[in-house]
């Protein structure tokens, strides 16, 4: 089984994991979560989302937050989503020099996702680089591997997308599995096909285990050469149209995955572990992770 | 991404998912759930476990039961469980044509699970092969992939018992991860070597989802060609070490995975989450099957 030596994993827990919690959670017990995932070796991670507090209360401490996170960028890759030039200013103002910035691959879940025709997100992120241009701005593309409204996502949706990101200097794409529909086949030749095509661009694919096949879809895309993905401390986040449902892949998961066949990514399980259990004392929701469930063998 | 083009699907749940519940499930509930099974296009099925009831009490009924089930062999395959000759009579006795006897890989499991060596279980598999020779039997090879009380398992353990199946007339050997710890580079691998090894001898992989792994390992074996599986519905069953965790990889995800794959299986899916959508309300156990959770969406 051919597989990188390495992974990057990226953290998304502290910004798609809490925004989909219904609870606030205390900008304090936020910190601490951070904390407790940089302490166990995570070293990128998004770290909040700045958008309007009317649009997702749970973020509306982001720029207190992000300014209280201040480890050195050699410790921690701070990310953290914007969904238009505002967003990006906030992010300079509190020294955040990464963002992430989303457009769906179908019409329908753009506009229902941020009330925007493709056109005028593409718009919106060339007016990003305009106004913040020493700002580092990653793509995600979203619904990349099926909509809940348009179905099948067409290649050309996915590379028209592509192509706006390279012509706007973005070096690395996210493809993102919005609801958990995407299987390894499907992802291993979506895989195979955007590294040959784009040579130059760096992927992380971000899937959901919505459908229990979060590590396949990993799996199946490393054995094509992806070596980035994000996930989720705890399994936290995940689909919003599919209630108790799972969500992100837990970040835990993958690491047990990865220490079991012997790929590194630098991150020590036994304090993730004890990260993802703080998560579930103090954040007010299911966690659909496997691994702190999952017992214990000293010796194997 | 080489996979086969039709896989067997052995629906486990009546067997490793009851023995796991605490409840007596009403005989009549085991039937009427065997029927919607079958009803979904289940076409191989582990329906009850001849074991003394003092060992599993929920198996009590397994002669009543097996006696009930009278579909022809060509609707459904039907197998039970044995762990001894006395079983191997009632099977018989049953009209049951098949059975699964089950050796764990670690002197240690195997102890635990039965009270026996391994030489003692040799010998009582050669006891059941001279009183029973009409009876069909397949050797489920427990602990596999690593054992709670052992670790790590040796290829030379898992070849020994292989060649003591394969002395007795044996067909099929089924692999079983009983803790849930296999990883997929370590099942493809197993997978490539037992094929080579023993290129007349069919082989079932019997993988649990303890650590999320389930749906990636089955992935890996079939991309080494294993084209055999068992799986539970709802997901029931798995690991008694790990209170909690999740159990079988729960046959509607398999089923899911396939269909979205291309894979053929003989399954209808919207029947089967029906079936599996009774056992949740029928049986007093969490199912931590994911398909039941997750958004249909008809498009895709």
């Given at each position: 089984m051919r597989l990188p030596e390495k992974v990057t994993i990226i953290e998304v827990g502290p910004r798609d994991g809490f925004q989909n919690v219904k609870d606030f959670i205390a900008t304090e017990d936020k910190k601490r979560i951070i904390d407790s995932l940089v302490s166990a070796g995570i070293q990128n991670m998004e770290i909040t989302s700045f958008v309007h507090p009317k649009a997702i209360l749970q973020m509306a401490d982001a720029m207190e937050l992000a300014m209280s996170v201040t480890y050195t960028e050699e410790r921690l890759r701070k990310i953290a989503l914007v969904p238009n030039a505002r967003g990006a200013q906030s992010a300079v103002a509190c020294k955040v020099g990464e963002v992430s910035y989303v457009i769906s691959a179908s019409e329908a879940h753009n506009k229902a996702n941020v009330n925007r025709t493709i056109e005028e997100s593409e718009a919106e992120l060339r007016k990003i680089r305009e106004t913040?241009?020493?700002?580092?701005?990653?793509?995600?593309?979203?619904?990349?591997?099926?909509?809940?409204?348009?179905?099948?996502?067409?290649?050309?949706?996915?590379?028209?997308?592509?192509?706006?990101?390279?012509?706007?200097g973005i070096e690395e794409i996210v493809l993102c599995d919005t609801i958990g529909i995407a299987n390894p086949?499907?992802?291993?030749?979506l895989a195979a096909d955007v590294r040959q095509r784009y040579?130059?661009?760096?992927?992380?694919?971000?899937?959901?285990?919505?459908?229990?096949?979060?590590?396949?879809?990993?799996?199946?895309?490393?054995?094509?050469?992806?070596?980035?993905?994000?996930?989720?401390v705890g399994g936290l986040g995940g689909c919003p149209f599919a209630p108790g449902a799972a969500g992100n892949v837990a970040t835990e998961d993958l690491v047990n995955m990865l220490d079991h066949m012997e790929v590194s990514h630098g991150i020590c399980q036994e304090k993730l572990l004890e990260a993802a259990a703080y998560v579930r004392q103090t954040v007010h929701a299911e966690l659909t992770g496997n691994m702190l469930d999952a017992c214990k063998y000293e010796n194997i």
């Open positions: 913040e241009p020493a700002l580092k701005v990653r793509l995600d593309i979203a619904t990349a591997f099926g909509c809940p409204y348009a179905g099948k996502i067409g290649k050309e949706q996915i590379y028209r997308l592509i192509g706006t990101g390279i012509q706007e086949r499907q992802t291993a030749m040579p130059d661009t760096r992927f992380t694919f971000h899937l959901h285990n919505t459908r229990g096949l979060g590590l396949a879809n990993i799996l199946a895309a490393m054995q094509e050469g992806i070596d980035s993905f994000e996930t989720s």
